[in-house]
């Protein structure tokens, strides 16, 4: 079946530091992501998405990897910052039509 | 715009009691959906609907209904609230860029079951 997984449950920065935050998944069929980032006590927030036909896309201080050859998805944010303290979920879509299912998230803690 | 509104923010039931949460949204999305978030998981999709008239099941469908008279709303309800039913509950639309477009979600309704 279809998961979404996150490496590791927690991660640590230092303010300015660039952060990576780790995404596997196991449907190769899987032709759409995104990311969110949940503050507590709010609703996730759309970041940025990728399709399976782009290995990369940029946005603001944020970039999206997508390797298929070995099922990742990774999220860097650049000069990371307080404000981007929160727990950060990855989604795939398993094939056109199918609901996005959704990784146990990473919470991100930055430290000034 | 207001987005995605989702009212009550905390609800406490007794086992046994109804409720209906609702969700409200004025981006004139035809796709909604409801999701729950529990900790350690992934939110997980309970009911959806692409347009009014029209819902369907998601992954953990029972013991809640919904209905969609109209593109702004749809109300989930849950008929007999049961402990396992205690978790934090968020609407999600997607607007028309079709299934590769992100969910906008509400704000959630924190329910707890006693």
């Known amino acids: 079946g279809e998961s979404v997984g996150l490496h590791l449950p927690t991660l640590s920065v230092q303010e300015g530091d660039n952060s990576i935050i780790n995404c596997a998944y196991s449907?190769?069929?899987?032709?759409?992501f995104i990311w969110y980032k949940q503050e507590s006590g709010k609703g996730p927030q759309f970041i940025i998405d990728?399709?399976?036909?782009?290995d990369k896309r940029q946005g603001q201080r944020v970039t999206v990897l997508l390797n298929k050859t070995v099922k990742h998805l990774s999220l860097q944010i650049a000069a990371t910052q307080p404000g981007d303290s929160a727990v950060y979920f990855c989604?795939?879509?398993?094939?056109?039509?199918?609901?996005?299912?959704f990784g146990k998230g990473t919470t991100l803690s930055v430290s000034s | 715009n207001a987005g995605v509104t989702q009212t009550p923010k905390f609800q406490v039931l007794k086992t046994g009691q109804s409720m209906t949460l609702q969700c409200a949204q004025d981006m004139n999305h035809e796709y909604m959906s409801w999701y729950r978030q529990d900790p350690g998981m992934g939110l997980r999709l309970i009911h959806y609907?692409?347009?009014?008239?029209?819902?369907d099941q998601g992954e953990v469908p029972n013991g809640y209904n919904v209905s969609r008279s109209t593109t702004e709303d749809f109300p989930l309800r849950l008929l007999s609230a049961a402990p396992s039913q205690t978790s934090v509950y968020f609407c999600?639309?997607?607007?028309?860029?079709?299934?590769?477009?992100?969910?906008?979600f509400g704000n959630g309704t924190r329910l707890t079951v006693t």
């Open positions: 989604a795939e879509r398993g094939q056109a039509g199918t609901a996005l299912i």
């Open positions: 990728i399709r399976s036909n782009m």
């Open positions: 999600a639309t997607r607007g028309g860029g079709g299934y590769n477009s992100p969910l906008h």
């Open positions: 449907n190769s069929a899987s032709d759409y």
């Open positions: 609907s692409v347009g009014a008239g029209i819902t």
